[in-house]
């Protein structure tokens, strides 16, 4: 197996040239946290700078072991997840999965979206995990960390194939996305919601299709987003939407307006994730604003400390999603009027357990009824 490597080249905004990084979120490509060693581009005078590659999309093929990740964080509402991928092409520079590229010794910058990993056999690994006699079925969040459904899905299917376990099994999955792409899928999950054994959320952060490029260049367009959730809704799939993240006094005025546009595509349910900043999301997100909003730079980034008691970031659970203080609050308020004026009803029903099917371990004598 090969083992992708950090590209040496560049760790400031200077050093990653614009056409090197066209059509990707993060401008810089610094080392992770945990590397011992720092590189920094040096031009000899000869313009040799300009021959550099783009930084094209790489993927590594993983044998995973086991592909069910547990958690027992109380914040949020799944305690157990598949992400069939490490890394996202989607690019969104704002991403809290950032941080884990650091864990493969490759950056959280350009490296998390260009230097992808795909976990081939995450279906076969999986029905292994279901037909253990103490597995006890719960909702499984596909795509909590990574976005399940990023661009090379599309050839790859192991999303796809991931789901057809689930579906074989009845076991309850929700379905984590900002990808048009969910919807090939509507033939496996929309027999499941019949039965109440899927859910589909998907994440809207604006209705502005000019700051969505910029801000998650290679994702599906907002419009084909709520297109998406109306062909969800109508296939009889319950559609949650997420205003995700909300960035204070950059698209924080759109709450309403995204809610609107979803809850008139058929969803029914709703969240929202206010921005967070941890590790070296933070550099990245402020070297984003000073490249595309540097006029909101300051306002952005007062705003986000007065949130987390005068940090970038609190880790404290309960807080870290929605803040604290006067304006994540006043947020909070506002997304709670929103929604009981349109009839959104939270996060949406729990899914059943009770139809779940253990798949048969090899050797296994099967039932004669």
Request: aromatic share 6%; hydrophobic share 35%.
């Amino acid at each position: 197996m090969d083992q992708l490597q950090p590209d040496p080249l560049g760790t400031s905004i200077k050093d990653i040239a614009p056409p090197r990084r066209r059509g990707r979120g993060a401008l810089t490509n610094a080392v992770g946290r945990f590397e011992s060693q720092t590189r920094d581009l040096v031009d000899d005078g000869w313009e040799s700078l300009g021959d550099l590659p783009k930084f094209e999309t790489e993927i590594r093929y993983e044998t995973a072991r086991h592909i069910i990740t547990r958690n027992d964080s109380p914040d949020i509402g799944f305690d157990r997840s598949i992400n069939p991928y490490r890394g996202c092409e989607h690019g969104c520079v704002y991403c809290f999965a950032r941080p884990s590229h650091a864990y493969l010794g490759l950056s959280p910058g350009l490296d998390f979206e260009s230097k992808l990993t795909a976990k081939t056999n995450a279906a076969h690994v999986l029905r292994q995990e279901l037909a253990r006699e103490n597995y006890t079925p719960k909702t499984i969040a596909l795509g909590a960390n990574t976005d399940p459904y990023q661009p090379i899905e599309r050839e790859l299917r192991i999303t796809r194939n991931v789901l057809e376990v689930l579906a074989d099994t009845q076991h309850p999955v929700g379905v984590v996305t900002k990808s048009s792409l969910v919807q090939r899928d509507i033939d496996l999950l929309a027999p499941m919601a019949e039965k109440g054994l899927a859910r589909v959320a998907m994440s809207v952060t604006t209705l502005d299709a000019d700051f969505a490029r910029k801000l998650e260049p290679r994702a599906t367009t907002p419009q084909k987003r709520i297109e998406t959730i109306r062909k969800l809704s109508e296939a009889g799939i319950p559609t949650t939407v997420l205003v995700a993240p909300i960035i204070p006094t950059l698209n924080e005025d759109e709450i309403e307006r995204i809610l609107d546009a979803a809850h008139a595509a058929g969803a029914r349910s709703a969240g929202y994730v206010l921005l967070r900043l941890p590790h070296e999301i933070k550099d990245l997100f402020q070297e984003w604003l000073l490249e595309h909003r540097p006029d909101r730079f300051h306002r952005v980034m007062n705003t986000i400390r007065q949130m987390h008691g005068g940090k970038l970031y609190d880790s404290t659970w309960g807080k870290r999603q929605t803040g604290d203080g006067v304006y994540a609050w006043t947020i909070g308020r506002r997304f709670e009027i929103a929604t009981r004026r349109l009839g959104f009803e939270g996060r949406g029903a729990k899914l059943r357990t009770d139809l779940f099917l253990r798949p048969s371990r090899p050797g296994q004598q099967l039932n004669l009824f």
